[in-house]
């Protein structure tokens, strides 16, 4: 499975954006997938994440409510819609397939290039 992340881009505080991520390969409409983002001098973390199917998505507590993971299997393609951008959402955000549904990296063995969000004060 190959991944192409991309919708990012600079917004200011309280705008929106939305992520997409492209894949390839028959695996993926059968993979969970996630979305995780990395800030300036901090570890990636976990943003959210959507079983193969679409019927469960988990979040972060710092996006739940702001963010909504979709995704559309007939296109091989997920989506973030960020709403309510804050400063601190600024970061490459990177898409992510796996077997394993869950916010762990470890279960995601393929992953996107990462798209840069930037969200002004």
């Known amino acids: 499975v190959q991944l192409q992340a991309c919708g990012g881009g600079l917004v200011e505080a309280g705008g929106s954006l939305r992520l997409s991520c492209a894949a390839s390969g028959r695996a993926f409409s059968t993979n969970a997938a996630g979305w995780f983002r990395q800030a300036p001098g901090k570890e990636r973390e976990f943003v959210a994440t959507?079983?193969?199917?679409?019927?469960?998505?988990y979040y972060a507590d710092s996006v739940t409510g702001r963010f909504t993971i979709s995704r559309d299997n007939a296109k091989n393609t997920v989506y973030l819609q960020m709403n309510s951008l804050k400063p601190e959402d600024t970061a490459v955000y990177y898409c992510a397939s796996g077997p394993y549904y869950g916010g762990s990296e470890s279960g995601y063995p393929y992953w996107g290039q990462g798209t840069q969000v930037t969200v002004s004060s």
């Open positions: 959507i079983s193969w199917s679409g019927s469960r998505q």
